[in-house]
């Protein structure tokens, strides 16, 4: 079974600076992607960016980007330039590769943006 | 393209009762996620429907059951509430088109009181 620990319950950050949001999973699989999910007070999640473990490239999304470390079962998320909209729960979320693709997700983390 | 919509917003009920919850998917989509999320946690996998089979279940009890329509709406039943029921619902709909990755989009989800 694969899990997702998000550590850290709540960040704040100032408008316009980055901030990186942790995340750690365990699992046993080879071929899988990892996600980070936004979800903004409205509850609509939404996807905010995805990694392939196989690829070794680390994914970037405008202002957002991921550093994944397999080896270390590792994948935090990078926002950069900060915005007020940026507010929201930040969700790690992993997906084993093939048929029947569900999602499992870490606790979640409370980004705060001050203006 | 209409994105995916739940119906009730909101429902409260009382420990024993039956509900059922309702989940249109993305136009295209035939493939639909139901996941629970308890106040202040991530999402948790219920179960998934791929043409009218339930095509993978989490750890969820029998009381939990569903069903996928021929247009590839979804409904989630649960069966003699309890009061750790209490949770947001949200629906997920993605386009299974095999080993290839298939994003999911979620709705607004359904926010379950149980009392």
């Known amino acids: 079974a694969q899990t997702v620990t998000q550590s850290q319950p709540e960040m704040s950050v100032q408008e316009a600076e980055t901030v990186t949001l942790s995340c750690t999973y365990d699992?046993?699989?080879?071929?899988?992607?990892l996600f980070w999910y936004k979800q903004p007070p409205s509850r609509q999640m939404i996807l905010v960016i995805r990694q392939e473990a196989y690829k070794q490239q680390n994914a970037t999304e405008n202002r957002f980007s991921v550093n994944f470390q397999k080896a270390a079962k590792s994948f935090s998320l990078k926002i950069s330039d900060s915005q007020l909209g940026d507010t929201a729960m930040y969700f790690c979320a992993f997906m084993k590769a093939g048929a029947n693709s569900k999602l499992t997700f870490g606790k979640g983390i409370t980004l705060s943006v001050r203006p | 393209e209409t994105g995916v919509t739940q119906s009730p917003t909101h429902l409260i009920k009382t420990r024993g009762q039956q509900v059922t919850l309702r989940c249109s998917s993305q136009?295209?989509?035939?493939?639909v996620s139901w996941y629970q999320q308890a106040l202040g946690q991530g999402p948790q996998f219920i179960f998934q429907y791929y043409r009218e089979e339930e095509n993978g279940r989490g750890n969820f009890p029998p009381r939990f059951s569903g069903l996928q329509f021929p247009n590839y709406s979804s409904e989630l039943n649960v069966n003699a509430l309890e009061l750790d029921d209490s949770a947001l619902y949200l629906c997920a709909s993605s386009l299974f088109r095999g080993p290839e990755f298939d994003e999911q989009f979620f709705g607004p989800g359904t926010r379950l009181t149980v009392l």
């Open positions: 699992t046993s699989e080879n071929n899988y992607y």
């Open positions: 136009s295209g989509h035939n493939t």
